[in-house]
């Protein structure tokens, strides 16, 4: 779907038509981030099945060991203090309990944590694609579930918007005079959060690690220079290139953690143009999708999404917001 902020019109296209939409001399940004093998299946001395969902680390990361943040199921039958052997080479220790089934573990391997995940733990597909243990589906999934320019582990989710390439469409967007950035933005649980406040300005986004660096912010500058338009392929792309963004629309090489939440009402300074999946209600990904494009406009896109039948979540349809 193509939305126009100035006319309000609005197309019903397919994804392969996205090269068409875009002009020679803007400046495609997509998060490079890649979704770690955070989801470990172990078990109880009981033989009773125990899921760890990593979240986040809590601790500067060293070898042999590391302290996460991480669901833990079931948790009203764990406590403090348990350890899970996963597979052949890590052990989960369950630290303390931090609230709504949340918990700090300790991870311990021989070798680096990230590299023994790697070999025994699980992409963490959403909650809706159900697969059990040894599904050779996984593998599949595993695959499917990393965007084909995925370059630093971190995430707990993919950058959906970024699903949609392939390496092909991305060649034939640089044959049209496109340039191509990257930003990393490591994407945690609370991304997805639903807003139960009862005011949207007083949800809060957990912060996460970004990291623009000085060839990204030299690319922006160029496609300023230019007349180019800045793409951001993502909301993630959005709040770290906004996160760096000075009132010129210009941004400065950083990285660090950022909480930025942008609901309607916000100046966008860097992003001129946005590419995002479909989002649930209530959730900040929505509110920064209106923010851009306009409460009323979106709402009047998605009715039409949802009368014709388009899909959403993680594997759903884009829209080009313009």
């Given at each position: 779907m193509a939305v126009c902020r100035e006319t309000g019109e609005i197309r019903h296209l397919r994804f392969p038509d996205l090269a068409g939409l875009l002009r020679r001399g803007d400046l495609l940004v997509l998060n490079d981030t890649k979704v770690i093998r955070g989801?470990?299946?172990?078990?109880?001395?009981t033989g009773a099945a125990v899921e760890i969902f990593l979240l986040s680390p809590l601790e500067a990361r060293e070898p042999g060991g590391?302290?996460?943040e991480a669901l833990a199921r079931p948790s009203r039958r764990l406590n403090e203090g348990m350890l899970f052997r996963v597979g052949e080479e890590i052990v989960v220790t369950l630290l303390r309990r931090l609230g709504e089934g949340r918990w700090s573990v300790r991870l311990s391997a021989r070798g680096l944590v990230h590299e023994a995940l790697?070999?025994?733990g699980e992409v963490p597909l959403p909650p809706y694609i159900r697969r059990r243990a040894g599904d050779p589906l996984l593998l599949t999934d595993a695959e499917r579930y990393q965007t084909v320019y995925a370059r630093h582990p971190g995430s707990v989710a993919a950058p959906t918007a970024g699903l949609h390439f392939d390496r092909n469409l991305l060649a034939k967007i640089a044959r049209t005079g496109v340039a191509t950035a990257t930003v990393t933005l490591t994407i945690g649980y609370g991304t997805f959060s639903t807003i139960r406040a009862g005011d949207v300005e007083d949800h809060e986004i957990h912060p996460e690690?970004?990291?623009?660096g000085s060839e990204t912010a030299a690319a922006v500058a160029a496609a300023r220079n230019r007349g180019g338009r800045v793409v951001a392929v993502g909301t993630t792309s959005v709040r770290t290139l906004e996160s760096c963004a000075g009132p010129d629309g210009r941004v400065t090489p950083s990285e660090g953690t950022t909480r930025l939440f942008i609901t309607p009402g916000y100046r966008f300074r860097a992003v001129d143009v946005l590419l995002t999946n479909f989002h649930l209600p209530r959730s900040s990904l929505l509110a920064l999708v209106m923010a851009f494009g306009g409460v009323e406009l979106i709402r009047e896109a998605y009715r039409k999404a949802v009368?014709?039948?388009y899909r959403f979540f993680s594997y759903g349809d884009a829209m080009f917001v313009f």
């Amino acid at each position: 779907m193509a939305v126009c902020r100035e006319t309000g019109e609005i197309r019903h296209l397919r994804f392969p038509d996205l090269a068409g939409l875009l002009r020679r001399g803007d400046l495609l940004v997509l998060n490079d981030t890649k979704v770690i093998r955070g989801r470990l299946r172990a078990r109880k001395a009981t033989g009773a099945a125990v899921e760890i969902f990593l979240l986040s680390p809590l601790e500067a990361r060293e070898p042999g060991g590391e302290t996460w943040e991480a669901l833990a199921r079931p948790s009203r039958r764990l406590n403090e203090g348990m350890l899970f052997r996963v597979g052949e080479e890590i052990v989960v220790t369950l630290l303390r309990r931090l609230g709504e089934g949340r918990w700090s573990v300790r991870l311990s391997a021989r070798g680096l944590v990230h590299e023994a995940l790697e070999r025994g733990g699980e992409v963490p597909l959403p909650p809706y694609i159900r697969r059990r243990a040894g599904d050779p589906l996984l593998l599949t999934d595993a695959e499917r579930y990393q965007t084909v320019y995925a370059r630093h582990p971190g995430s707990v989710a993919a950058p959906t918007a970024g699903l949609h390439f392939d390496r092909n469409l991305l060649a034939k967007i640089a044959r049209t005079g496109v340039a191509t950035a990257t930003v990393t933005l490591t994407i945690g649980y609370g991304t997805f959060s639903t807003i139960r406040a009862g005011d949207v300005e007083d949800h809060e986004i957990h912060p996460e690690e970004f990291r623009l660096g000085s060839e990204t912010a030299a690319a922006v500058a160029a496609a300023r220079n230019r007349g180019g338009r800045v793409v951001a392929v993502g909301t993630t792309s959005v709040r770290t290139l906004e996160s760096c963004a000075g009132p010129d629309g210009r941004v400065t090489p950083s990285e660090g953690t950022t909480r930025l939440f942008i609901t309607p009402g916000y100046r966008f300074r860097a992003v001129d143009v946005l590419l995002t999946n479909f989002h649930l209600p209530r959730s900040s990904l929505l509110a920064l999708v209106m923010a851009f494009g306009g409460v009323e406009l979106i709402r009047e896109a998605y009715r039409k999404a949802v009368s014709e039948r388009y899909r959403f979540f993680s594997y759903g349809d884009a829209m080009f917001v313009f």
